[in-house]
Every structure is written in C-alpha cells, then in structure tokens.
C-alpha cells in the first residue's frame, strides 16, 4: 500500500491520501537509511528499522562502506540505493554509485558506480520511469543524466550541462554551484537550483534519449544573494517551495508545466525575527497532505514549519521546533506524515519527531540515533 500512496501525484490523490493518514497498517514497517560524510564516526550509508505505528527504531547499523555518500536515492520497486560520492576537486569529477538493496536485514551490495559529470555531487534523483539517475554537481556547478540499465546499474552519463556565471556574494557565489535537481511530474522538464547563480534552471528534457536541452528553457531569478539549495513539489504538482540557504528565506511559487515558469507568490523568513545568529537554511519537505511545509535551519538549529493554504498556496508561520542537535543539514518525512527524522550533521544525531496531522506541530518522540556526520535519510518499506 506504501508504494501506490508514493506514487499518488494528482490532487485527487492528495485528498485521498490526507484521509488515509490515521488509518494503522500492519505487518509493514520502514528500514531508514542514512548518507552521511565519512570520517571518524562514520564509514558510510547506515540503517535501521522504524515501527510506523509507534515511531519506535532499532540501533543503526552500517549497511554499506562508502566515500562521503551524503545524499541518497531509491528505487522501492526495484530495490535499489543511489548514492553520490561528495568528493573530487577542481577539474576533477565526484562519482555516483549504485547498490542493490536487501529487505530482510538492509545491507547493500554495490553493484557499479560512474563518474557524476563535476567535482563534488551533493543531490541526485531518478526520473519518473526510473530510468534516468540525475545529479547535481555542487563543486563543479553543473548537471548531469546517467541511464539505468537493466539490472540496476549505472551507464555513462547520456548528458553534462555546465553551468555558467556568478552572483553577489564572492565567498559563496563567485561561480555556479548546482544544489538540487529533479524531473518534474510529466517528465518533461529537469528543475536544478544553482546557489551560486540564485537560479532556478528548468530544463526540457528527452527522456526517450536521456538529453538536457540547452539552453535551459527557463529561468526562475530569486532575489540576488538568496542563494536557492532545494526545491520541493507539492502534491498538487502546481505549486513548489523554494528555500534559499544565504538569506534563511522560503518561496511559495507557481509552476505552469505547461511552459515551465515560475511565478513567486510569496517569500518568507524561516527564522525568527528576533534571531541574531548566523544561520543558513538546509533542506525543505512539504507533507504529504499537503496541507504543511518543513523547513530548517542551521545555526538557530530548528525546523520551520508553515501552514499551506489550500486555496493559493501561501503560506502562515505555525512554529520553530528545536533539532535538539546541531547543524540540521537533512530531514524526512515518512510516507504516512507521522513523523519527521532530523539528521543533525554538527552533532552526529538523528532525531525522532511526532508530526500532529492536524495541526502540523512536532512534538519530541524521546529517541535520538547516534550516527556520525548524518547528511541525507530515506524510507524503504518492507513488509
């Protein structure tokens, strides 16, 4: 049942898929995984199992060793793990791997891995058909297309596009660096945010061939400086959630999928007004209702979390929740909206919230998971 509701993306689909919230499931249960940077506490791609009903986990354990995998993709249906490997400098290319899943205990067994196309890749995700792994080259500032084969494994890259230009901030933005990217709902187009360019690029996309056109076919200016790192759909694929790392803010916009614009319908701060801190925004989710949207911060070290209106997409403040840890760099939502997991990366935890489907409150579960250098989490379920 899991995996039909994950592949609800109609509005219809939400309203049903809001009403299935409080309904309990049994004989199912998740096996987490998290990415994470390698070093003293951690060696690579970690695991655990979470009860759905109770939010209850088991220890991590290591599922599979690998170089800084921080951000993670899957393949359910086929039981299949993607991974970057954030490394590589300058000229030289970060690479993404590929691992086959097993449900019973959660190890992953690699099956190939190919160069990502740029220095340090930090976001990937598969294409609608599951056919296509795209990449977003953070340190070399560019994308890249590489085909699934059949069993699973990864091709060479069918298409790199490099990304060209600055911004204002000569520390962060003194040349493209590509942050998130994903297909749209109709496979059609290929979103990127470039932090460095304070762009949104939309890109159509051939997925019969695994082509980027270039140029982009659009692009989506945030205020310079903002600095945009993810995006996220809601479910009614017509709105997106853009949050900006450098300036902690949130844009609600319109997506045409039509034409591929972006239209800004409204920009918010994600921290307090009384902050004074230094603080940059990290990762962005909007529940599966659709009636919420998280996002965090690192350095006021909380999640943001914001009522949607379902009549424009606008968005009111509902409250900040402590981490309890620091430096939030990731967070997920299980596919029910019960709970929220808060990787911690400055303080080697992982956090387990309770979500209230009513009023989008989180509430502490009382269960912190000691992982070192947590980056990326993602939900497999097994029955």
Not at 28 to 46: D, F, H, N, R, W
Request: aromatic fraction near 8%; charge should be positive; glycine fraction near 10%.
């Amino acid at each position: 049942m899991f995996k039909r509701l994950k592949n609800f993306k109609t509005q219809a689909a939400c309203a049903i898929l809001g009403a299935l919230l409080s309904v309990p499931l049994t004989g199912a249960e998740y096996l987490v995984y998290v990415g994470t940077y390698t070093g003293p506490k951690s060696k690579g791609i970690y695991s655990f199992k979470m009860d759905p009903q109770t939010g209850k986990t088991t220890e991590p354990v290591l599922a599979g060793e690998a170089p800084n995998p921080t951000f993670l993709e899957l393949n359910p249906e086929r039981k299949l793990l993607y991974t970057v490997y954030e490394t590589g400098g300058g000229r030289q290319s970060g690479a993404v791997a590929a691992f086959s899943i097993e449900p019973a205990t959660g190890k992953l067994n690699k099956l190939n891995q190919q160069p990502s196309g740029g220095a340090g890749p930090c976001h990937l995700s598969l294409d609608k058909a599951g056919r296509y792994l795209l990449v977003a080259n953070y340190g070399g500032g560019s994308i890249a297309c590489l085909p699934v084969k059949a069993d699973g494994s990864l091709g060479e890259a069918s298409a790199v596009v490099q990304h060209e230009g600055s911004s204002v901030n000569p520390r962060r933005q003194e040349r493209p660096h590509a942050h998130w990217i994903a297909a749209d709902f109709r496979n059609q187009r290929v979103l990127t945010c470039d932090l460095g360019l304070d762009k949104v690029l939309v890109y159509n996309f051939e997925s019969a061939g695994g082509v980027l056109q270039k140029p982009p076919a659009f692009l989506f200016s945030t205020k310079p400086g903002a600095g945009p790192r993810h995006l996220a759909f809601h479910p009614n694929n017509r709105w997106v959630y853009i949050v900006n790392e450098l300036d902690s803010t949130l844009i609600a916009g319109e997506y045409d999928q039509a034409s591929g614009i972006i239209k800004e319908l409204q920009t918010v701060s994600i921290l307090p007004a009384d902050f004074q801190g230094t603080s940059t925004a990290a990762e962005v989710e909007v529940h599966p209702s659709g009636k919420f949207v998280y996002a965090s911060n690192r350095g006021h070290d909380s999640i943001a979390a914001f009522a949607i209106n379902p009549e424009n997409g606008r968005l009111t403040f509902i409250e900040h929740q402590s981490t309890q840890g620091r430096m939030p760099r990731h967070f997920a939502i299980d596919p029910l909206g019960r709970w929220l997991l808060a990787a911690n990366q400055g303080s080697d935890s992982v956090v387990v919230f309770r979500i209230d489907t009513t009023t989008g409150r989180l509430s502490a579960a009382g269960r912190t998971l000691a992982i070192g250098a947590p980056v990326c989490i993602k939900y497999f379920v097994t029955q």
